[in-house]
């Protein structure tokens, strides 16, 4: 199983970025799904959940401003991120299968992409 993400970079505040998930070994339609991102110094942070029925959940501090997306054909999944805000910086992670008892509560994470709002 291989998670890697793709889309990160550096944007205005106000702006957009979509940042990309490409899974290989499983079928993501069977899984819950996440994104999490996480700044030096500071704890993981869980930006938005999608369960195995297909049910989305988003942190407060994006609700409204991300879209968690996925193409099941593709095995992809999709942050779409509008309205950039500098406290959106972070490295920003993609995780799949619920694991309660694996760090984070997921079996399998991505290497991370950066995302930097100036």
């Known amino acids: 199983v291989q998670l890697v993400e793709s889309g990160g970079g550096t944007a205005q505040a106000g702006g957009s970025l979509r940042l990309s998930c490409k899974v290989s070994?499983?079928?993501?339609?069977?899984?819950?799904l996440a994104w999490f991102r996480q700044v030096p110094g500071k704890e993981r942070e869980e930006v938005a959940f999608i369960d195995g029925d297909g049910v989305t959940n988003y942190a407060g501090s994006v609700k409204g401003r991300f879209t968690f997306s996925q193409d099941n054909a593709q095995k992809t999944l999709f942050l779409q991120m509008d309205s950039l805000k500098p406290e959106d910086t972070a490295m920003y992670y993609c995780a799949a299968e619920c694991a309660p008892d694996e760090a984070g509560g997921f079996r399998y994470w991505g290497q991370g992409t950066q995302v930097t709002v100036s």
């Open positions: 070994g499983f079928d993501i339609w069977e899984y819950c």
